[in-house]
């Protein structure tokens, strides 16, 4: 997922994703063509009320150590 400025213009209006895109890489950074990016969508609209995360209440404690 990433976010910017009027990016959920491209969704539609009764969809709406708070300006964030979604999409799924293979390894190698390629885009995955066989994803159905609205399956993203649709889970993630659960979490419409903290910003379309599930880990909304995670992200500012992370310190930026790697997990292993
Ligand atoms: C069936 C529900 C479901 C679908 C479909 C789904 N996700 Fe998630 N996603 C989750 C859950 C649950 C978590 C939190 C996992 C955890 O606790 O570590 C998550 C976590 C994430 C996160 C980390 C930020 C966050 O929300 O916590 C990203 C980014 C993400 N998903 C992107 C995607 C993308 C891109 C797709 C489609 C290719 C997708 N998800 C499809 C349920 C879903």
Known sequence: ??????????YDE???????????????????????TARCQSCHSSQSGSGFLFTANRVPRFDGTPVE
């Open 14 to 36: 009764s969809l709406p994703t708070d300006d964030w895109q979604f999409q799924r890489f293979w390894p190698d950074r390629s885009v995955n063509m066989d994803e159905n």
């Open 1 to 10: 997922m990433e976010k910017g400025p009027d990016w959920g213009l491209d």
